[in-house]
């Protein structure tokens, strides 16, 4: 079994969080974004991450990968076992996904970071801030209105925790914080989540890249200065 993409982004984190979960054996194949080869686009016609070989078969998008898994890897599931719960989690996987992307990885994590490494332009600071002050806060409020009182939203970890603690993973490594007085359940979900043993392997593969992207910042900084 092979995933394709790159472990820093959000949606190839979730796939991989499932894989580990699961107990699966699978290879992490390393893909950037929008890549359009003839190679990649035989197995990811519109060129996003992830991508997943099992055999013969080839599943894109993230949330068709867990549908995937799911059905094909029953023994060990991702979501709770009540059929209402089940639905709420699925929900709270699509609002991860299309709410918290754009203020969390996009706008924070991805302007701070990778745009420097990517196009050889400088950070916009403005485009940061909004998110922080304008973007992140009602975001922030429907997931802590969401979450319990305390631990995971379905007694284990599972697939709607990664959803909505993923891109929020991203915006942590610039020096984004969640205000533990403002949202103190999202607080404690996502250092719940980012401790996990699962989140904690997935994570130390991460880090080489996130301390490249950072010297690769302060490099560009210095010369500016």
């Known amino acids: 079994m092979k995933l394709y993409g790159i472990p820093i ?10 894989l580990e979960l699961k107990g699966l054996d699978y290879e992490m194949v390393d893909i950037y974004p929008g890549t359009k080869t003839p190679e990649y686009l035989t197995i990811s016609p519109l060129g996003k991450i992830p991508a997943l070989q099992d055999g013969d078969v080839v599943i894109c998008d993230s949330n068709v990968i867990i549908e995937y898994l799911e059905e094909q890897y029953p023994d060990t599931s991702v979501r709770p076992k009540n059929v209402a ?51 992140v806060p009602p975001v922030f409020d429907y997931v802590e209105s969401q979450l319990p009182e305390e631990g995971f939203f379905f007694e284990e970890l599972g697939i709607a925790d990664i959803a909505v603690a993923s891109a929020i993973i991203n915006a942590t490594y610039t020096d984004f914080k969640v205000e533990e007085n403002r ?33 690769m910042k302060h490099q560009q900084m210095t010369q500016e200065g």
């Open 9 to 18: 982004s959000p949606f190839v984190r979730k796939a991989r969080v499932a």
């Open 85 to 135: 719960d089940r639905a709420k989690s699925r929900w709270l996987e699509e609002y991860g996904g299309s709410m918290l992307f754009k203020p969390c990885a996009a706008d924070i994590f991805m302007e701070s970071l990778t745009k420097p490494f990517s196009t050889n332009q400088p950070t916009d600071e403005s485009i940061v801030q909004n998110s922080i002050d304008n973007l």
């Open 183 to 215: 949202w103190p359940k999202l607080s404690a979900h996502l250092n719940k989540v980012m401790t996990h043993p699962v989140l904690v392997k997935c994570m130390k593969t991460e880090k080489p890249i996130i301390e490249a992207l950072k010297n």
